[in-house]
């Protein structure tokens, strides 16, 4: 079943935060959240397993609630190369049913 | 780059015909998955190969298949095209076959146009 994720749009300006959520209705095993810029693969950002936890890098950093069945992830002082649509990923099982979300298309004007 | 090539860049089909798209993973990878991604959605998850063998599928019908070849390379083939299968097609390339524990890399994609 695709997660639900929100906002479904976001336009910032240079040195704003933002927080795009992940959401499922089934117990997750991991989520995974990918930037795709227009016209380009999706590139990785970072996976984080039930047991609810938090990672970052840079200024990008998410977390995991495994109560809510619910991920944030969390981008701060949002710079121009920000932009683009992010996915989430979920995954029920060890292995199984990967599922991306519809995605949440972030733009980040000077 | 992630070092996950595809091919061909475009490809421009009618429907009824059928189509073989091509991925190359990153060195040292041993599983692909592949991906259709209409305008404005996200990717769906067609199947992945695991050492040649298809090691898990989503919702698409039969006459989507593929293999994966002894070098972890892959082919991802449609028969009998329909309009709807005008899509971009991605393949990730990561090293383990549980995704929950690996990254994936994706390649640049195929901009398929069935006509």
């Known amino acids: 079943q695709q997660p639900v994720q929100s906002p479904q749009a976001v336009i910032l300006r240079e040195g704003e935060d933002a927080v795009i959520n992940c959401s499922s209705s089934?117990?997750?095993?991991?989520v995974h959240w990918y930037r795709q810029k227009h016209g380009e693969a999706p590139v990785f950002l970072m996976i984080?397993?039930?047991?609810?936890e938090q990672k970052g890098h840079d200024k990008i950093s998410a977390s995991f609630n495994e109560k809510k069945q619910q991920s944030s992830l969390y981008l701060t002082a949002s710079q121009l190369s920000y932009s683009g649509t992010y996915f989430c990923?979920?995954?029920?099982?060890?292995?199984?049913?990967?599922?991306f979300g519809p995605g949440t298309r972030l733009s980040v004007l000077p | 780059e992630t070092g996950v090539t595809q091919s061909p860049t475009h490809l421009i089909k009618t429907r009824g015909q059928q189509v073989t798209l091509r991925c190359s993973s990153q060195?040292?990878?041993?599983?692909v998955s592949w991906y259709q991604q209409a305008l404005g959605q996200g990717p769906q998850f067609i199947f992945q190969?695991?050492?040649?063998?298809?090691?898990g599928r989503g919702n698409f019908p039969p006459r989507f298949s593929g293999l994966q070849f002894p070098n972890y390379s892959s082919e991802l083939n449609v028969n009998a095209l329909e309009l709807d299968d005008s899509a971009l097609y991605l393949c990730?390339?990561?090293?383990?076959?549980?995704?929950?524990?690996?990254?994936?890399?994706f390649g640049p994609g195929t901009r398929l146009t069935v006509l």
């Open positions: 990923g979920t995954e029920i099982e060890y292995g199984q049913n990967f599922v």
């Open positions: 190969y695991y050492r040649e063998e298809e090691n």
């Open positions: 984080l397993l039930k047991g609810g």
């Open positions: 089934k117990a997750l095993y991991s």
């Open positions: 060195s040292g990878h041993n599983t």
């Open positions: 990730a390339s990561s090293g383990l076959a549980q995704m929950g524990k690996d990254t994936q890399y």
